[in-house]
């Protein structure tokens, strides 16, 4: 196993920087790290996102639970703050979950992938993508609605905005972990 793939070492490289995901939780070592995180303008963990770029990867009922319970333990072991939105997003769809620091909630929101990150991969559809370019599609929409780097309307607007999410994205940033 090289060096970089071992779970202390993994799990040390989020004690750099400003230790977002670190100062949460309370054993890096017991969980399943996310595989990115979205911040607000005053850097508190907003989101955590399981994401993989296989089309109807998480309408397998085991690869789905499987997910969650990874999604579940990072939530639960926040020490600082409720994370209050979790991601579940696959080359189908992106479904937006609320965490009130108890239950992890059925999806709030659910949208097409292809009709969300088309807009920053016009052969979105066409493209075999792999995981780490998929993670930094969908990190450029939030980022987008973020800071509208990309358009004045980035899609989708509406209903983030609707569910909470916007409020607290603008002004914030991701950071992912592939």
């Given amino acids: 196993m090289y060096d970089w793939m071992r779970k202390?070492?993994?799990?040390?490289?989020?004690?750099?920087?400003?230790?977002?995901?670190?100062?949460?939780v309370t054993n890096l070592r017991d969980i399943q790290l996310p595989d990115?995180?979205?911040?607000?303008?005053?850097?508190?963990?907003?989101?955590?996102?399981?994401?993989?770029?296989?089309?109807?990867?998480?309408?397998?009922?085991?690869?789905?639970?499987?997910?969650?319970?990874?999604?579940?333990?990072?939530?639960?072991?926040?020490?600082?703050?409720?994370?209050?939105f979790a991601m579940l997003a696959d080359k189908d769809n992106i479904e937006f979950l609320r965490w009130d620091g108890q239950n992890l909630s059925e999806p709030i929101l659910t949208l097409n992938t292809a009709d969300v990150l088309s807009h920053y991969e016009?052969?979105?559809?066409?493209?075999?993508?792999?995981?780490?370019?998929?993670?930094?599609?969908?990190?450029?929409?939030?980022?987008d609605l973020g800071y509208n780097w990309n358009s004045e309307t980035p899609p989708y607007l509406k209903e983030m905005q609707e569910i909470g999410f916007l409020q607290l994205i603008e002004g914030g940033m991701t950071k992912a972990y592939h």
């Fill in 8 to 24: 202390e070492t993994y799990s040390e490289s989020f004690m750099d920087g400003k230790e977002h995901l670190a100062m949460l």
């Fill in 36 to 84: 990115f995180i979205a911040l607000d303008k005053d850097e508190n963990v907003i989101l955590i996102a399981k994401v993989t770029s296989e089309p109807h990867s998480f309408k397998n009922p085991d690869t789905r639970k499987y997910a969650l319970l990874d999604l579940i333990d990072v939530l639960k072991f926040a020490t600082k703050n409720i994370i209050p």
């Fill in 122 to 143: 016009p052969k979105f559809k066409e493209k075999k993508l792999y995981n780490s370019y998929f993670i930094g599609l969908i990190e450029s929409w939030l980022r």
